[in-house]
């Protein structure tokens, strides 16, 4: 039997304990909230069944009779009410006017409830048919601007990417640079030394050649030359350093905001298809009042395209300071190939100078020697031509020394005296005149000696320098590093 005032569709609902009282117990809210109901109230509308049974409280009427007491059998039967079957008299309540009008209440009120209930239940279902179009259409809108934040996440996400792999090459190509430059600052060293020891050789140099020339000169602009490459090589070294590490940092940057792009993607990929009948949808106390955004779309996207921005231009001094490295290696390079070939023409021409003065004093040497071996002889003649004077002297002074034995008045000064004095005094002249001679020629020999001394110690000291210049010094700068190598290719 039905409940008065229940529907007749309740009976396909859920099956509704029977109130004890109107409202529910409150030991009822405590159940777990989760997959089942929000914690926040509902309207009646949407916390109730679609066709809720009415809260009505069951009327009935039991007859009952009086019981049976001792106050009853005190009581005269006047008292009593008698029974319908023993009245003899019609006792009568209502009319039937009454009657009548009653029965047009009820109609009247019967016929307001039902319009009143079917104007409800009209204007339940155009609010359900609302509200399900209202809440259909926001959640369309909630899906299209889940499209929409997706394909602005893929949008920055492919920049990001193309940006990365840019970064990623320049810094790539930036090391690449960076290990030319050391190799070629490597390079540098060995000119350098050779430069050095060729100053050091040359200090070996002897007497008159030890000169400031034209190949010590060329030698040290050389040294500095190669020390002034090497610090610009320096220089742009510790800048490449540091670009490095700026363009790591700008990478590191992009690399982050990718990551929280991707997992940004992911999320609000699966945000935009979750649809009514997924799973995994929950109901989620509290979390629409949780803010835990820290950007707006415009600090978002100024975000990321100042990444972008920051990569771009630090890309760009890269990329500049690749070409500065290029060029400085190319202008070096021919700077000390130039100061190279400078100091070999100098030593060329020094060392084509010096044996010209070795050939020279060579031809000096020989002409003094043959001088000296000829002053010699000169010198033997003239002791022979002295020697040669002694026989006549002897004769003429012996011839003297007779005729003074002479007797008495054949002491005479007659010609043939005359003629022996001046014999004696001619030989004396001529051996003096001699004598001098042969001390002139004798000095001369001294002389020409002494300059064959210097000639040949002038000679010693030609041939240590040729040596020096031309096999010491030569035979090192016989090898100097390539162009590729100073470079940096090889």
Known sequence: MELVGSPLTATYTHPRS????????????????????????????????????????????????????????????????????????????YTPDDWYRSNLTNYKESETSRHNAERLRVDTSRMIQDKYQQTKKTQVESTKNLGERVNDIEFWKSELCHELDEMIGETNALTDMKKRLERALAETEAPLQVAQECLLHREKRMGIDLVHDDVEKQLFTEVDVIRSCQERMQRYLDKAKAQLASNRAAQHELERDLVNKQAAYRIDDKCHHLRNTSDGISYYRGVERVDATISVPESWAKFTDDNILRSQSERAASAKLRDNIENLMVVTANEMWRQFNGVNVAFTNRIAETADAKSKIQTHLAKTLQEIFQIEMNIEAIRKAIRDKGPPLKVAQTRLDERTRRPNVELCRDTAQLRLVNEVHEIDETIQSLQQRLRDAEDMLQMLVHAKSVLEHDLAVKANSLFIDQEKCMGMRKTFPSTARLVGYV
């Not at 529910?24 to 929000?38: D, E, G, H, L, V």
């Not at 059998?73 to 006047?78: A, C, H, K, R, V």
């Open 18 to 93: 029977t109130p004890t009282k109107f409202l529910p117990a409150i030991s009822t809210m405590a159940s777990s909230y989760k997959n089942r109901f929000p914690y926040y109230p509902l309207p009646q509308s949407f916390s109730l069944p679609w066709m809720p049974s009415a809260y009505y409280k069951t009327a009935a009427i039991n007859p009952t009779l009086a019981p049976f007491s001792k106050s009853s059998q005190g009581l005269t039967p006047s008292k009593m009410l008698p029974f319908v079957s023993n009245r003899t008299t019609l006792f009568t309540r």
